[in-house]
């Protein structure tokens, strides 16, 4: 079964440092997200991305956060400067075109750690 | 906009036990409505969802949900968990129409499974 995978799994950075978070979305699919979850809250949606654009935003997603998808298999979150509040699982999704009728597929996140 | 509520956020249960997880939704718009859960240190696998159709819905793991229109509910239940049940499950909405539009999360119930 197609896989979204997020690499890595788990980085701890230096508060003020960037971080780039990679994700590889299902190959026919067309929509791609970001996902947050800081511990014991909710899963928080952070921006959507359709035909190399950002269609939808929160929020959560200021001045710091910027996406790109560079090389048409890559879907990268990156964060400028990192607080220590930008601590959580990140969570990549994608899904594929239509009439909106589909559960994403997730990846396993990354747990970002600011220290 | 959408808001999900889940009403409880843990569940404890024996083994072989039947559970329900309750999850009531707030729209001014027609929603689908998803189930996904967590498994520890994993991401957000569909559980199952309901687009339309008949309220009776039925997932993976034994697992179905009822929607119900009226009292804006989609609660979650089987009949006999097991020990590998244990885990998070977050109820979600999305409007339907374009693929991309976000999905919004519950709380989350934590259900812990006893033998």
């Known amino acids: 079964e197609p896989e979204v995978t997020q690499t890595p799994s788990h980085q701890v950075t230096q508060m003020g440092q960037e971080v780039i978070l990679r994700c590889v979305p299902i190959s026919n699919h067309l929509y791609f997200y970001w996902y947050r979850q800081i511990l014991g809250q909710k899963v928080e949606f952070l921006v959507s991305f359709y035909n190399n654009e950002i269609s939808e935003k929160s929020e959560i997603f200021d001045d710091q956060f910027s996406v790109e998808r560079p090389d048409g298999s890559n879907f990268t979150l990156k964060i400028r400067s990192t607080k220590l509040e930008d601590s959580a699982m990140y969570f990549c999704?994608?899904?594929?075109?239509?009439?909106?009728?589909?559960?994403?597929?997730f990846g396993s996140g990354t747990r970002l750690t600011v220290v | 906009a959408q808001s999900v509520t889940q009403l409880d956020s843990q569940v404890p249960v024996f083994e072989e036990a039947p559970v329900e997880l309750r999850c009531n939704y707030s729209?001014?718009?027609?929603?689908?409505l998803f189930w996904y859960v967590q498994y520890p240190n994993q991401g957000l696998q569909l559980l199952l969802k309901y687009l339309s159709g008949s309220t009776l819905v039925k997932g993976i793991n034994g697992f179905e949900a009822e929607f119900n229109k009226s009292q804006t509910s989609f609660h979650l239940r089987k009949p006999s968990v097991h020990i590998s049940d244990t885990a998070e499950y977050f109820c979600a909405v999305r409007p339907p129409g374009a693929a991309g539009n976000k999905l919004t999360f519950g709380g989350g119930t934590r259900v812990l499974v006893k033998p």
């Open positions: 729209s001014s718009v027609s929603v689908y």
């Open positions: 999704a994608s899904s594929p075109a239509g009439t909106g009728g589909y559960g994403y597929t």
